[in-house]
């Protein structure tokens, strides 16, 4: 018997020893790309639509990640920052180089993250982007998240993505 309670009692103080952590993450968010997988949606229409869904990880210490939904729906009056804190830039190869498409031509896309409030923040975040009409050949994006302190994120890139050869009509 007193053999079974030294026993019980080793393995109450190993169970009340390995109390559980909460990891440490800077209060700056940081990201970490994943993977970036094409697909053909169709809508209730019927029409097909290319789509990519954007993968990466993300950890913000302070947990201040996302904004609420916006008081002004039409945005109008709200700077960038305060309406979108996901931005990708898009990059078209041509020839052998690649080249930062122009804001204008469509190639900053922004997002609005959703509010998150946990400390500390650790997840990861997909985004899905239509493709209705395939305008680029082969393209890659960075991409970098703000908190609601404004803190910008590192800035990460998706691998090469070739867009061509695939023609909706066929599929």
């Known amino acids: 018997m007193k ?47 290319l789509v990519g869904n954007l993968s990466f990880r993300f950890t913000d210490g302070d947990g201040n990640v996302g904004w609420h939904s916006l008081a002004d729906s039409t945005g109008m009056y709200q700077p960038d920052t305060l309406k979108y804190n996901f931005f990708l ?46 305008i680029h050949d082969t393209i890659f994006y960075t991409f970098y998240i703000y908190d609601r302190d404004f803190n910008r994120s590192n800035t990460d890139t998706t691998e090469v993505i070739i867009l061509s050869g695939i023609d909706l009509d066929e599929i």
């Open 3 to 49: 053999k079974v309670t030294t026993v019980i009692s080793a393995l109450l103080l190993v169970l009340v020893s390995c109390e559980q952590i909460d990891p440490e993450y800077p209060d700056t968010p940081e990201i970490d790309y994943q993977r970036f997988d094409i697909y053909i949606s169709v809508d209730q229409l019927g029409n097909k639509n």
């Open 89 to 134: 830039q898009l990059y078209d190869r041509q020839g052998t180089s690649y080249i930062k498409v122009p804001e204008e031509d469509g190639g900053i896309l922004k997002y609005r993250l959703p509010y998150m409030d946990k400390q500390p923040l650790s997840g990861i975040i997909e985004l899905e982007i239509s493709y209705p009409v395939i």
